[in-house]
């Protein structure tokens, strides 16, 4: 047994050893790479989608419209045309999957997939000097992003080795019994502790000089009564801490999410793709989940 885990941590380390420096590169560079890697992704989301809901001969119909939803949210600028062909899509998949058992899983996998990758191009292009006005000498896609990604890491970093350790009561029992609440807290701490690291490196040893938060400057309470008063001031190391934490909940929001499909579906992984760690579903499900949401937040505050 001891060997076994010991195997199964070799092969996860290997495999991280290999996806995040090429994840990390890619996102340095930028485009069109970031878009190739994009869409590589979802394609293999795609067939890990279609294969884990149905056992017909339909899996290529349903990754033909996943990839054909993700490249069109990917590269068409028009959100108005990207809302009318994802619709479009969703019908045809959902009239295609008509004597499924699935189908509802089946038709919502286009704007899952969809809109789960193409926000993280589209968080990356928010902060494209190119596409932009932000300072062309600061790459700040890369930074945002990276950042972004380093807080879902760290969640599922700090929760699976503090919720291992620690153990305790379980977050969702009927639907991820080995997920637990001091897992949840520890990957939390975690990513706010990466995030204050990432953002003082980035600040005072980079000297990226962070721009405004023209819509949340500082958080006032006020107590009327008794003419009371205070304003906490918020620098980019703090916002950022706070917004770590928001991205932590949401990544294992949609870490149960993934869970409690594969639950209803009867597997364990997604997909044995990737060594040690399962499918690709099973590594970007809180990514994906998560980069919606993170992305209209820097959308409405900025």
Request: proline share 4%; hydrophobic share 55%; aromatic share 16%.
């Amino acid at each position: 047994m001891v060997s076994f885990r010991i195997g199964v941590a070799l092969k996860r380390v290997l495999a991280a050893i290999v996806m995040i420096p090429v994840a990390i590169m890619t996102l340095y560079i930028g485009s069109p790479y970031i878009e190739v890697l994009a869409v590589t992704v979802g394609g293999l989301l795609a067939w890990e989608w279609a294969n884990l809901l149905t056992s017909s001969n339909k899996s290529s119909q349903y990754v033909t419209a996943y990839v054909m939803a993700l490249a069109i949210a990917i590269w068409s600028y028009n959100f108005s045309v990207i809302f009318f062909m994802l619709l479009l899509i969703s019908l045809v998949v959902w009239l295609i999957a008509e004597k499924e058992k699935h189908r509802i899983l089946l038709t919502l996998g286009v704007v899952y997939i969809s809109v789960g990758i193409a926000s993280l191009i589209w968080l990356y292009r928010s902060f494209d000097p190119s596409e932009t006005d932000f300072d062309p000498r600061y790459n700040y896609s890369f930074v945002i992003t990276l950042w972004y990604f380093l807080m879902v890491w760290s969640m599922d970093i700090g929760g699976l080795v503090v919720g291992c350790n620690l153990k305790g009561p379980k977050l969702a029992p009927k639907i991820s019994p080995n997920k637990t609440w001091s897992g949840l807290c520890g990957g939390i701490l975690l990513a706010v502790s990466v995030s204050i690291i990432f953002m003082y490196f980035c600040t005072q040893i980079m000297e990226i000089p962070f721009y405004d938060f023209h819509k949340l400057r500082y958080i006032s309470i006020s107590y009327k009564p008794m003419n009371m008063r205070y304003e906490w001031n918020i620098d980019s190391q703090m916002f950022y801490a706070l917004l770590a934490v928001f991205v932590a909940i949401l990544a294992q929001i949609g870490d149960l999410i993934e869970s409690a499909i594969k639950r209803r579906v009867g597997v364990k992984d997604s997909s044995r793709l990737i060594p040690g760690h399962g499918g690709v579903f099973d590594r970007v499900d809180g990514l994906i989940f998560a980069a919606p949401f993170v992305y209209l937040f820097f959308l409405y505050i900025f």
